[in-house]
């Protein structure tokens, strides 16, 4: 029986400013998660992030993060990509700012 | 204070411009990650959850107005407005971007301040304790030692590249301020038939395998103790395991090996090292030694015996932040960056001029910071207190909670770390805001509460005497409990109290604790950690997870 595999969206860091980045359908970046591509099988997963990992000149550590489908478009599922995805507790800074 | 030479100072430019090369080569792509990664990391420069950190050395914790001006100047220019104060007597920022480091680079270099060796398995800024050359009781101002150790470490070319990072405090102090026992080497200045120098202890540390160091030597004179420490970091970096992470710190090569054959190689490596340093080190110390001369003190205390006569507030904030100077009409204060609801460590660029102003005007030019993560005017004239204090206060700084639960040590956790595994910040500001509303803690006294938002133990709550370590359980964080730490001389490693609680339970469990505690207590002058030792885990832990004790009934 085939794993189940857990939809992912690919995110990193953009090289300049750091920022949480997710790799949309096009292949370009957004900094907003609801405009990730929601990959549903591995195999596409893997590619998409040889993918992110061939632009390096624009990101940094590119990985798979799990996500799930939302109303606005894919939602992070653990804390640690939602905190990602908004900024830090204890200021409006990161996202948030914007 | 340390006086940089044009040595210090075209050392500082030439690194400067060679990552300044480095990182515009990899903006253009000629550098890949990899390749840049460690020489950002070289030069203190991190990537987080959300952004850049630069991690600035503060060594030994001591700095001037110009150099608090300049920091301030980094925060408005290139990041949000404020830095955070490290355990490790650092200064991070949160925000920078990759093209402004090599000018913030500049900048620091421009007072003399850097971020070399603030990462990488190397040896790490050198801290001491706090109120150097200042308490009553020291022994000897241990900040010349610290410097020259800096000095023998930065760029060391055979250290470069140890197992992992490597952590050198030094206290002059019986009381230990410094937290020399949690240290790869902690050095305590003691005196021997009228010589000072060093015990050194070796193979202390927190993170996932927190182990208190052990006495290597009980007496180092002065001119034994580069070649002294350079030998044990040979030893070392043979000796320490490469093939773990997680096992490469000198700790676990002190227990593994034991610390009498650890002795024994010390002993060994230092013969030749000994015979190789000619004299040069003692006589750089007696030069670092003047430039750390103590200000001259002026006598008089003005009118603060009726000042603080008149004013409870004012009495408050001195009976808790200020201590014994070893100059009568001085004292030591420290400031508090630990506002009820603020984040622990943090200062506005606004609030570090304003420290700076004080330094320049009122208190001999010096500050500190602490590894607690307050500042500290070491040489405060009495004199000068209410006006300080007045200063203070129209800056949001004038909080009294030295010393009390709302003083509580965080490390960024997960709203920063790239490492952390849950948030340290938000619960450190729940639980003092608690406080606060609960105007409880001057009651409570004495108490060391602090939060690691990871194993790694950055927020040192091994060593609390309430220690909180946040963790992920299964995606949602949960927050461990751990009592009877101390970071003093005696120091002793926390113990787990049992299961963690939520994000949204941790709170309502540290007041349910400290309530317990003034139940348990048997006076005001008893404090959390003496009620500790005297009753042991079990009251507390029935004050902590009350309904086990009633499953038990």
């Known amino acids: 029986m085939p794993r189940t595999f857990t939809p992912k969206v690919v995110t990193a860091n953009a090289l300049l400013e750091g920022d949480v980045v997710y790799l949309t359908a096009h292949g370009d970046w957004t900094r907003d998660h609801a405009e990730a591509d929601l990959i549903k099988d591995e195999g596409t997963a893997e590619i998409r992030l040889l993918e992110a990992q061939a632009q390096a000149h624009e990101v940094v550590g590119p990985y798979l993060a799990d996500a799930t489908p939302g109303a606005r478009g894919p939602e992070p599922v653990h804390f640690r990509e939602a905190f990602r995805t908004r900024g830090p507790s204890n200021y409006p800074h990161g996202k948030q700012e914007a | ?553």
């Open chain 2, 1 to 553: 204070m340390y006086a940089y030479t044009d040595f210090d100072r075209d050392f500082l430019a030439e690194r400067n411009a060679q990552f300044r090369a480095q990182v515009e080569r990899r903006i253009d792509g000629s550098l890949t990650e990899d390749e840049f990664k460690p020489l950002r990391l070289m030069n203190g420069l991190y990537l987080q959850l959300h952004a850049y950190m630069l991690r600035v050395a503060i060594p030994y914790g001591t700095l001037n107005g110009a150099q608090m001006r300049q920091l301030a100047m980094i925060a408005d220019r290139w990041d949000k407005g404020y830095g955070h104060f490290t355990t490790r007597q650092n200064i991070q920022y949160n925000w920078p971007q990759l093209r402004d480091v090599p000018d913030m680079l500049d900048a620091l270099g421009e007072v003399g301040m850097h971020a070399i060796q603030t990462s990488g398995n190397t040896i790490r800024n050198v801290t001491a304790d706090h109120f150097a050359g200042a308490a009553a009781e020291e022994v000897a101002d241990p900040r010349p030692v610290a410097e020259l150790i800096r000095q023998w470490s930065t760029d060391h070319p055979e250290f470069q590249f140890l197992p992992r990072k490597f952590k050198v405090a030094v206290t002059g102090s019986a009381f230990d301020r410094a937290v020399t026992a949690a240290h790869d080497i902690g050095l305590r200045l003691v005196e021997r038939n009228g010589e000072i120098g060093a015990m050194v202890l070796v193979g202390g540390g927190l993170g996932r395998t927190p182990m208190i160091g052990k006495v290597l030597a009980d007496f180092v004179a002065f001119d034994d103790l580069l070649p002294y420490l350079e030998a044990i970091v040979a030893v070392y970096n043979l000796l320490g395991r490469r093939d773990n992470k997680y096992k490469a710190r000198i700790k676990i090569t002190v227990h593994e090996n034991g610390i009498d054959e650890i002795r024994r190689l010390v002993d060994e490596e230092f013969i030749p090292r000994r015979a190789a340093f000619n004299g040069a080190d003692m006589a750089l110390l007696e030069k670092i030694k003047a430039d750390f001369a103590a200000p001259d003190f002026v006598a008089g205390s003005g009118e603060f015996e009726a000042q603080y006569a008149d004013d409870p507030v004012f009495r408050s904030f001195v009976d808790t932040n200020a201590v014994d100077h070893k100059h009568p009409d001085y004292t030591i204060l420290t400031v508090s960056l630990k506002a009820h609801g603020a984040t622990p460590g943090d200062a506005t660029s606004d609030q570090m001029r304003v420290l700076a102003d004080i330094a320049e005007t009122y208190a001999h030019d010096e500050l500190r910071i602490s590894h607690e993560q307050n500042v500290i005017l070491p040489h405060l004239p009495k004199r000068h207190l209410r006006t300080v204090f007045d200063t203070l206060a129209e800056a949001g700084l004038a909080t009294a909670n030295i010393g009390l639960a709302s003083d509580i040590i965080a490390c960024p956790g997960m709203d920063y770390c790239a490492l952390a595994t849950a948030r340290s910040i938000p619960v450190a500001q729940q639980i003092a805001t608690r406080f606060e509303e609960l105007k409880l803690e001057h009651e409570v006294g004495p108490l060391k509460i602090k939060i690691s938002g990871c194993i790694n133990a950055c927020g040192h709550h091994h060593v609390g005497h309430i220690g909180i370590l946040g963790l992920d359980r299964a995606g949602v964080e949960n927050y461990q409990i751990t009592l009877g730490g101390d970071g003093g001389p005696d120091a002793v490693i926390g113990e787990r109290a049992g299961p963690g609680f939520a994000y949204d339970q941790v709170v309502d469990a540290i007041e349910r604790l400290v309530r317990g505690y003034l139940e348990l207590r048997e006076s005001a002058d008893e404090t959390f950690l003496d009620a500790y030792k005297r009753l042991g885990a079990a009251p507390f832990k029935a004050a902590l997870y009350p309904e086990a004790k009633a499953d038990a009934a």
